[in-house]
């Protein structure tokens, strides 16, 4: 009995999986080679896992704006923005996401995790109402557990849900803020947004959007689902990340709040903790520019995701509602979710395993995440891996394949 | 009001249920986290309350969800 015995029984069901001869936590790549190739076991195998939406890891503009800045100014800053000071870089950054977004503010955080720390804690307080979609990311319920406000769970994507909660709220005092994600990080699903904007305005609450997984990913300009949506001005703060469409690491949130930059001196994960180092700064903004300047990569992640999507549809697994970068197979239980994804893996396919409580329902998934960088061999690749093993494990019969494909 | 949560336990459940005040939602229901999030959102919906995520940790037994649930309905 150690101190962490309290965990025996997430080691229990850990064990489990271990016991299949396998570890998905320590999948350790030899080598990684492009943003959709890694080496394992000194194999090369296809990275359809990773969340690098526009393939800009690689970038070499990126990469020479990164080294250029970390040879001049540092591997890092060795401190906090507010007791270290800024680098031009932050100031820079801030500035050019203000512009892309057209707003008055931004704030760099140090991870997209403690931006929505750092913004939850300190947008809502004690006496506020905190709402949040029940299928909201780990950063979402952490926030809303550094802060004193009220937490109050809607069912996922139902907007009629929020406004019966909300309307149970009127008349009671303090600030109400909606949370949802523009893209939900499992099953790629968009959240209904339009008629959350509408809930927003009837009930006199704020609203945030967290654009993690649809920067870069979903609009006319990529600035995520508010853009699609055509409801940016009802949205007042949109938390983002560095670490998918941007190749790198870091948060942010911009706004047109005028009291925005208070959150400087109250938010603790923003204040209390190391800013980014200067050649992560200098890759961000090169990437944020190779973004703007190069609709093509958007377009050629949608080509690709459509094609694992609707690939995946007509071999007969079920997969999330809409044809997004985030393309996740649900697997019937986790013995054949553990094994389908060993089996994957030895085909030279990498993707994320994802089971339960992490997961929206009982099942487990296999969660795959395009970009623009994959080939439509790579794709075709996968989806013939994901037909050989679906059928070795007895998931697709011979029927379902003609019916799919029919439909 | 402990008939109309055992319905409701039944009716998430889908089979038929005993309770007490003393019963363990989670223990002796076997409910996992998904299960009870959509049974309090049920009871949520019967009541037209809204149960607070920290009141929600603080149930353990049938007895806690009754006094979270006439607590909130008197606040409102
Ligand atoms: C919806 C959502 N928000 C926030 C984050 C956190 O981002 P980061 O990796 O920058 O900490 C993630 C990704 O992990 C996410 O999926």
């Known amino acids: 009995m150690t101190i962490l015995a309290k965990h025996a ?22 080598d990684v080679l492009s943003p959709t190739e890694g080496v394992l076991a000194g194999k090369k195998t296809i990275l359809l896992g990773t969340n690098n939406y526009l393939g800009l890891t690689f970038d070499p503009a990126c990469i020479e704006k990164s080294v250029e800045a970390t040879k001049h100014q540092g591997t890092g800053t060795t401190g906090s923005r507010i007791a270290n000071g800024s680098y031009d870089g932050h100031l820079r950054l801030e500035q050019e996401l203000a512009k892309f977004y057209g707003r008055q503010h931004a ?8 931006a929505n720390l750092g913004v939850l804690s300190t947008l809502v307080g004690r006496g506020d109402h905190l709402m949040l979609d029940a299928d909201s990311h780990a950063s979402i319920y952490d926030g809303s557990r550094l802060g004193m406000a009220e937490v109050i769970r809607f069912r996922h994507n139902n907007p009629d849900d929020l ?90 949130c911009v706004s047109d709040n005028p009291d925005f930059d208070v959150m400087r001196i109250v938010s603790r994960p923003y204040m209390f903790t190391a800013s980014l180092p200067p050649g992560v700064i200098a890759s961000t903004l090169e990437a944020l520019h190779q973004m703007q300047i190069r609709p093509e990569l958007r377009a050629n992640l949608m080509r690709n995701a459509r094609r694992l999507h609707d690939g995946l549809t007509a071999l007969g697994f079920e997969t999330g509602p809409e044809a997004n970068p985030i393309v996740a197979a649900v697997m019937p239980n986790q013995e054949i979710a553990v094994a389908f994804w060993k089996m994957l893996l030895d085909a030279g396919v990498y993707l994320n395993l994802a089971v339960p409580p992490a997961t929206p329902t009982n099942n487990p998934l296999l969660r795959s995440s395009v970009s623009a960088a994959h080939t439509i061999q790579q794709i075709d690749t996968a989806l013939e891996a994901f037909e050989h093993v679906g059928r070795q494990l007895g998931m697709l019969s011979a029927d379902k394949r003609r019916v799919g494909a029919a439909s | 009001m402990r008939d109309d949560i055992a319905s409701i336990f039944e009716q998430v ?21 998904l299960g009870v999030m959509n049974f309090v959102m049920a009871i949520e919906d019967f009541y037209d309350i809204s149960i607070p995520l920290d009141r929600i940790t603080q149930v ?10 006439e607590e909130l309905r008197k606040g409102a």
């Not at chain 1, 064990?15 to 030899?30: A, K, Q």
């Not at chain 2, 353990?60 to 006094?67: E, F, H, M, N, S």
């Open chain 1, 107 to 114: 704030m760099v955080f140090t991870t997209g995790y403690q």
């Open chain 1, 163 to 252: 406004y019966k909660r909300l309307r149970r709220l009127e008349g009671v005092p303090g600030d109400k803020l909606i949370v949802v994600e523009g893209i939900y990080s499992m099953l790629g699903d968009t959240a209904p947004l339009k008629e959350i904007a509408h809930v927003k305005r009837e009930t006199g609450a704020y609203l945030l959007v967290d654009e993690a997984h649809s920067l870069g990913v979903l609009g006319e300009t990529g600035r995520g689902l508010a853009e699609q949506a055509g409801v940016e001005a009802d949205v007042d703060f949109i938390v983002g990340t560095f670490s998918k469409s941007l190749g790198s690491v870091g948060g942010f």
């Open chain 2, 60 to 69: 353990q037994t049938v007895g806690d969800l009754i006094r979270a649930v």
């Open chain 1, 9 to 30: 029984a997430y080691k229990t069901a850990y064990d489990m999986v271990r016991n299949m001869g396998i570890e998905p936590l320590s999948v350790r790549f030899d």
């Open chain 2, 13 to 33: 459940l889908n089979r038929p249920v005993e309770i007490t005040d003393d019963t363990d939602i989670v223990e002796d229901l076997g409910m996992d986290s």
